[in-house]
């Protein structure tokens, strides 16, 4: 009769640690579907406000595309301006002109935006 009580007790005490284990649980799993219907709110909003900006963004990438474009013609402008407008060099002592141990400085700008002239 003992050995029956105390089964009876254990399986008591099993149920009741369950019972409060599934409420936890489901308090939290609550709590979760809340927070994951504020971020559904959160995402409609977000998606409404891009709809207005998304136009501008690509109208920038298509000005941004336009300026890239046209830099190797700018640079090739202003290298012809700067020329003009730069002091005349003096004339080379004893027939030989200095040059840097690592060669004339050319610009890679023209590489970097892709530009191919006549100097390729």
């Known amino acids: 009769m003992v050995l029956v009580t105390i089964t009876v007790i254990c399986i008591a005490a099993l149920i009741a640690v369950l019972a409060m284990f599934l409420f936890i649980i489901g308090v939290l799993l609550n709590r979760i579907a809340d927070n994951l219907d504020d971020c559904l709110g959160n995402v409609k909003t977000i998606a409404q406000q891009a709809e207005v900006v998304i136009p501008a963004v690509e109208h920038i990438n298509r000005t941004g595309g336009v300026v890239a474009g046209a830099l190797p013609l700018l640079y090739g ?7 003009k407008l730069a002091p005349p060099t003096p004339a080379p002592v004893n027939g030989h002109t200095n040059v840097p141990a690592s060669g004339r400085r050319r610009s890679r700008l023209m590489d970097t935006v892709g530009f191919r002239g006549r100097h390729h």
Do not use: D, N, P, Y
């Open 77 to 83: 402008g202003a290298e012809k301006i700067a020329a």
